[in-house]
């Protein structure tokens, strides 16, 4: 009995220790559940890369089977995957195409002048010859500027385009004083016709060559052998710093300083003409007495057509340089033939005598030309002044003149000349 109640109290004591084995502790609990909420953190992302979820998962498997049944079920199918769109070839090595960006750039100037304008604005041109008056106007163009056409032997503008800037507008001459430079190195002694100056060790170049090509070492020479007060003298013997107009509205005297200004040597006036100031209505009566022989005539602007008729030629001086002023004329015109001028298109039969010149003012660029041409002894001066910008320059400025002879010739304009008697030829020397 007592041998079976050891046995019985030995059995359960060894159900009790089975027991507490199988039940996980309250540490062992803790552990089971981080493990499973890492658990279920970690596949939440998974998920999701996955893919769809299952009802889409098994609603594009049904789209799919369906899909795959109806391929089967045409004659000849074959049962292929489905590859993927093909997409264009691209080079190995190529860069991603880029929008080209438009780049506006903006071209800067230093003159306020503009190049372009409608020179014709508030002129009045009753008294002005039409036929000249036009072909002024259409050989200007649309540049800024002013063209004045006048008869040499009686000082009647026959034509004045922009007559604003024809009668106010005094600008720095620039190489057209380099004919005045000329004619007084010549009767000065300082020069001949055919005497070489030496620019460079190896270069030398006589009168007409340099008034072809303008050049500007010559004249610096001579303005420095001149010297201030042979230089004015001649300028104003020109008529150069005074009116040239016979009661011109509104017309400036330039500038001609009656002392040599200290920062500018005498060179730089006879080669750029520094220091002075002229209107196209002065360089027109300077080449005008040129083109004459040396008949400085007041310039007159009649108002009207009546009084065009009756004008009488009025003389202000006679400048006593015939010879001289011969001496200059194979260099102007050369500058037409194969100088600077040269788009005036020289023509042997009617030969056209000019002189260029660019440079810059404060104000803006400038392309002078003023000129005369010879068609059976009549003749016609033309200058022209251009503002502006980089465009405007000398030779441009003779092309526009050249235009202007051209469409003259055309239209026989010079084929007669008209003679004026002594008597009518009335000196105002004094005035």
């Known amino acids: 009995m007592i041998r079976l109640l050891c046995l019985a109290l030995l059995g359960a004591a060894l159900l009790s220790a089975q027991g507490q084995s199988t039940r996980p502790s309250a540490d062992t609990k803790k552990k089971a559940a981080a493990v499973r909420t890492s658990s279920k953190t970690a596949a939440a992302p998974a998920a999701k890369k996955a893919g769809p979820p299952p009802r889409a998962a098994a609603r594009s498997s049904r789209q799919g089977a369906a899909a795959r049944q109806a ?56 008294g002005e010859d039409p036929v000249v008056r036009r072909a002024a106007v259409e050989a200007l163009g649309p540049y800024n500027g002013s063209v004045v056409v006048a008869d040499p032997f009686t000082g009647r503008i026959l034509a004045m385009v922009n007559q604003k ?17 000329a004619v007084a190195g010549l009767h000065e002694g300082i020069i001949g016709r055919e005497t070489r100056l030496r620019l460079t060790r190896r270069e030398s170049m006589d009168l007409t060559e340099a008034l072809a090509r303008s050049n500007n070492k010559f004249f610096f020479d001579v303005g420095e052998k001149l010297g201030f007060d042979r230089i004015y003298h001649y300028a104003r013997l020109f008529g150069l710093g005074e009116k040239s107009g016979l009661d011109i509205e509104g017309e400036s005297a330039g500038i001609l300083p009656e ?36 008949s400085l005539y007041w310039l007159q602007h009649p108002r009207s057509q009546d009084e065009a008729e009756r004008l009488v030629p009025r003389l202000k001086r006679r400048i006593e340089l015939a010879a001289r002023i011969e001496d200059i004329l194979p260099g102007m015109m050369g500058a037409v033939d194969y100088g600077t001028a040269r788009r005036a298109a020289f023509d042997p039969s009617t030969p056209v005598f000019g002189k260029t010149g660019t440079c810059t003012d404060s104000r803006t660029h400038l392309g002078w030309f003023s000129s005369f041409n010879d068609v ?56």
Do not use: H
């Open 71 to 126: 391929a089967s079920a045409r004659p000849g199918a074959k049962q292929t995957a489905a590859a993927p769109a093909a997409r264009p070839a691209r080079a190995l090595n190529a860069a991603p195409a880029r929008r080209a960006r438009t780049v506006r750039r903006r071209s800067y100037s230093p003159w306020s002048t503009p190049t372009y304008a409608d020179s014709t604005l508030g002129d009045v041109a009753e």
């Open 165 to 181: 800037l024809a009668r106010a507008g005094a600008y720095q001459p620039c190489s057209t004083i380099k004919l005045v430079a």
């Open 259 to 294: 002392w040599k200004p200290q920062e500018v040597p005498c060179g730089m006036m006879t080669s750029f003409g520094e220091a002075i100031a002229i209107t196209p209505l002065q360089l027109t009566a300077m080449v005008a007495a040129i083109a004459n022989g040396g």
């Open 376 to 431: 059976g002894g009549r003749k016609l001066v033309v200058t022209v002044l251009l503002t502006g910008g980089a465009p405007v320059n000398g030779p441009v400025a003779s092309g526009i003149a050249g235009q202007v002879y051209k469409a003259l010739a055309e239209q026989q304009y010079l084929a007669e000349r008209r003679t004026y008697s002594p008597a009518a030829l009335v000196s105002d020397g004094g005035r």
